[in-house]
């Protein structure tokens, strides 16, 4: 009776059979279970292999976007960079029939760096590959690279002094090509909403820029009209008529050396103008005009403005103030030795830095 009922079971009702079956697996599983711990912490080893996992991969896709994206930055086209602050330079757009059409490439900046002077900086170093190839056009290239002297805000105006780039860049001098560099030098000066004017100087003289581009001395704003300025403000270097009554802002600055000890010094400040700048000034004062040798400097103010001299700072002095080819380089301690030994001293050029320290002096030549 027994062997029928296995025969059918076995034979007669397969789905016993799996039934049967299953009850053994699942028998063996508890039996597996018990003897490897409780349920709960067969669930805690699961999840913490399964953190330790997704924090791996994790750490590993970090790394990876950092070392591929930190030093690019992107607007119109892919442009590489320092991670950190970033700024927008302007070029020209290419076939385009406007001129004056600019297009912004962001540039990524280091932190640390003067935001004005590094905006130029990248500016002048002309588009990159990406950004020509996604049709930046510019006189700027590798070859003007390193022309921007300086770029300092003062008040409201921001001026800006180049080396002498005009054998670089010579068709900048025509119609098309001066509103195409103004617009490029523009539009990357007012992204900076507190820059409300700006002025273009070559070595410190705003007419040698303007003469370049067949104008006279010219502030531009941002409705992009050209100010004629006042003569006075058409002087060389920074100018002569600073915001600052107290001490001179950061710039070049054009006057005499009232006395001088070894670590600060005293100075008159003065006008100096050159072509037809220094022709309107003489006309202005009832002088020549234009003036012999084609400079004239006005000196109307008494002010006296003490100035600390940073150590290390150099002078380039004329031993000899009637021949420019006795210039040279020296320590200011050994100008200091020097300067009054001579019967006549020479007008000079303070660099001041924005802590209105000096940190260069250079002798002016006068035929």
Request: charged share 20%; net charge negative.
């Amino acid at each position: 009776m027994s062997t029928e009922t296995v025969i059918n079971v076995r034979i007669g009702k397969p789905w016993a059979a799996w039934l049967l079956i299953g009850f053994l697996i699942g028998a063996a599983f508890a039996i597996a279970a018990c003897g490897d711990g409780d349920d709960d912490g067969a669930a805690e080893t699961s999840t913490s292999t399964s953190q330790s996992t997704t924090s791996d991969t994790s750490t590993s896709t970090t790394e990876l976007t950092t070392s591929t994206t930190e030093p690019t930055t992107t607007s119109s086209s892919s442009t590489t960079g320092p991670a950190g602050p970033t700024v927008e330079v302007y070029y020209g757009v290419a076939d385009s029939p406007d001129c004056g059409e600019v297009e912004p490439f962001e540039r990524g900046i280091a932190d640390e760096v003067d935001i004005y002077l590094s905006a130029f900086e990248q500016l002048v170093a002309g588009p990159t590959p990406e950004e020509a190839s996604a049709g930046a056009a510019s006189f700027f290239s590798n070859a003007t690279a390193g022309v921007v002297k300086s770029a300092v805000l003062d008040g409201d105006l921001l001026r800006v002094d180049f080396t002498d780039l005009r054998p670089l860049i010579p068709n900048a001098s025509t119609s098309c090509g001066s509103e195409a560099l103004l617009a490029q030098l523009n539009s990357t000066a007012f992204q900076f909403t507190e820059v409300q004017r700006t002025r273009y100087l070559i070595d410190g003289n705003c007419s040698e820029f303007a003469n370049w581009l067949q104008r006279d001395c010219f502030d531009a704003d941002r409705s992009g009209a050209q100010l004629d300025l006042p003569v006075n403000e058409r002087a060389a270097g920074a100018g002569c008529t600073p915001s600052s009554t107290d001490t001179l802002p950061e710039g070049r600055w054009f006057g005499f050396v009232v006395d001088a000890e070894e670590e600060q010094l005293s100075f008159d400040l003065a006008c100096w103008f050159t072509g037809a700048a220094a022709a309107a000034a003489a006309t202005e004062d009832g002088e020549e005009s234009p003036p012999p040798n084609e400079y004239y400097i006005r000196n109307v103010s008494d002010r006296i403005r003490i100035h600390f001299v940073d150590s290390g700072t150099r002078v380039e002095w004329l031993p000899n103030p009637g021949d420019p080819a006795s210039a040279e380089t020296v320590s200011y301690e050994t100008w200091l030795e020097g300067r009054t030994t001579r019967g006549f001293e020479p007008g000079v050029w303070l660099t001041v830095e924005d802590d209105s320290h000096v940190i260069r002096i250079e002798e002016q030549y006068v035929p």
